[in-house]
């Protein structure tokens, strides 16, 4: 199963970009790269997904390198409401079953 | 309308009695999820369904019995609960079991004393 490691907390400022590294060095070929968003006594919420280069939503940029080893979650002008903690995710397929594996997430502050 | 719903919010009781944690979802989705998140915060996976079958068992208890009486519910079932269940379970819902995209419920918050 591919592990993914990112920083355990990040600080930040209300009206900056923040961006946040994932990586998963043992990723396997079919694998999607997923990003999750969780609030205090809430539900994870899922924010993006790629599988390589460049994908943008409404809420967030994800950039993937060519050998996929890696990505990064980018999140433009900050505000405090974006305070969460931040899941990467790979997808594991195992099986035929697609099973999601969360890492530890890295906690992220968005200070005034 | 809440898409995935969880009941209850709040779960206190007792070692070994028997608890349930009703999940339903109405966006129609055929794969539904429960995870367990501790107090580390890791959320890991114990059970998903699709169409009403059983497709990943992650090595969960046999206290730990999931049922899935249509698509559009999946409850949770725990026999003799121990003080190493306290935990918040999410339930979650996926359309198809080969995407990443799950939506989760708010969180069942279960203590065991």
């Known amino acids: ?112 | 309308d809440t898409a995935v719903s969880q009941t209850p919010k709040y779960l206190v009781t007792q070692m070994g009695n028997d608890k349930s944690i009703k999940c339903e979802q109405n966006l129609g989705h055929d794969t539904m999820y429960w995870y367990k998140q501790d107090s580390k915060k890791f959320l890991k996976i114990m059970f998903s369904y699709n169409n009403k079958e059983l497709i990943i068992n992650e090595t969960v208890p046999n206290r730990f019995s999931p049922k899935s009486p249509d698509k559009a519910h999946l409850n949770l079932h725990i026999n003799s609960l121990e003080l190493g269940d306290s935990a918040v379970y999410f339930c979650a819902s996926s359309q198809g079991q080969n995407t990443g995209e799950l939506f989760f419920g708010e969180g069942s918050r279960l203590t065991v004393l």
């Open chain 1, 1 to 112: 199963l591919a592990k993914t490691t990112q920083p355990i907390s990040m600080d930040s400022y209300e009206g900056q970009e923040v961006n946040i590294t994932c990586s998963h060095n043992n990723i396997a070929t079919n694998d999607y790269i997923t990003w999750y968003q969780q609030f205090p006594s809430q539900g994870p919420r899922f924010i993006i997904q790629g599988y390589k280069t460049k994908v943008t939503n409404e809420v967030a940029s994800l950039f993937i390198p060519a050998d996929r080893k890696s990505s990064t979650l980018s999140l433009p002008r900050v505000s405090l409401s974006d305070t969460a903690v931040y899941y990467c995710l790979v997808g594991a397929t195992m099986d035929s079953s697609y099973k999601l594996i969360f890492g530890s997430g890295t906690r992220l502050l968005v200070r005034p």
